[in-house]
């Protein structure tokens, strides 16, 4: 099980930005890990993943060029950075592991894109 806390999400007009945070406690935040959102009525997907030291980042088709997954492990948080943002963004955003450590879901960051 993680202990994971998200923030950072908002209500942003589309074309704007937003910094996302999570904050996983403990040594799960060695893994490689990963951001999820679920669109609202859709199943929960993968946005975009990190190695463990950061030197890797894997993206989404959504999400390439527009958003920038990073870690700092000195402070065991994750970030995902989101620019150009569509109402098509407008979801939950969750961190996790990746993949996903199954049933381990924190409460996620509400993202809200208006047109």
């Known amino acids: 099980q993680l202990r994971q806390v998200e923030s950072g999400g908002g209500l942003v007009q589309a074309g704007g930005s937003l910094r996302l945070s999570c904050t996983i406690a403990?040594?799960?935040?060695?893994?490689?890990l990963a951001w999820y959102r679920r669109p609202p009525g859709k199943e929960r997907e993968f946005v975009a993943g990190?190695?463990?030291?950061?030197?890797?980042?894997y993206y989404a088709d959504p999400a390439k060029g527009r958003f920038t997954i990073s870690r700092d492990n000195d402070k065991n948080t994750i970030y995902l950075q989101l620019d150009s943002l569509k109402p098509e963004d407008t979801a939950v955003y969750y961190c996790?592991?990746?993949?996903?450590?199954?049933?381990?879901w924190g409460q996620g960051t509400q993202v809200t894109v208006s047109s």
């Open positions: 403990g040594r799960a935040f060695r893994n490689y």
């Open positions: 990190i190695s463990r030291n950061g030197t890797a980042t």
């Open positions: 996790n592991t990746y993949p996903a450590t199954r049933d381990s």
